[in-house]
């Protein structure tokens, strides 16, 4: 094993906060932030070991999701709404090898502001928010019901 492992560097910054920073702090308000910091550094550090199966499930619904939206590619209503370059940029990143994750992100973001907003509707908007509901209750399931998003 390569050393420092995650969880030692993220035990290190925590260190450094608590031991080194926070001595030297004077205002209430710095204190309370490295706190805070200190806090999340230690809920990193619980989820650094789940991060790599979160990432691969992520990618699998992305491309799953992206399959059957395959068919709505050459939807005039998506093209009305001009949503079709994201849709057919997503599904483009989900068929390289190995998928692009990044780019079926930035598609299925941009899907879901067009859901978001009602410019998408119909059964691509409800793959879309299907979706969402599963990539929050992946987050959920990662972060716990602490988490920032949702």
Do not use: C
């Not at 119909?122 to 972060?143: M, N, S, T």
């Amino acid at each position: 094993m390569l050393r420092p492992t995650p969880k030692e560097i993220i035990a290190g910054l925590q260190r450094a906060i608590t031991e080194t920073m926070m001595p030297e702090l004077k205002s209430p308000f710095a204190l309370s932030q490295a706190t805070v910091a200190a806090m999340i550094l230690s809920e990193a550090s619980g989820w650094i070991e789940s991060f790599p199966a979160h990432a691969v499930a992520e990618a699998e619904d992305l491309i799953q999701t992206f399959d059957a939206l395959r068919p709505h590619g050459e939807s005039a209503l998506l093209e009305a709404a001009g949503f079709r370059e994201a849709l057919q940029g997503g599904v483009q990143a989900s068929d390289e090898e190995p998928p692009n994750h990044h780019a079926m992100e930035n598609s299925m973001g941009e899907l879901a502001g067009g859901v978001a907003t009602g410019r998408i509707v119909g059964p691509v908007a409800g793959e879309v928010r299907a979706y969402i509901k599963r990539h929050l209750q992946r987050i959920r399931a990662l972060f716990g019901n602490n988490s920032p998003f949702g």
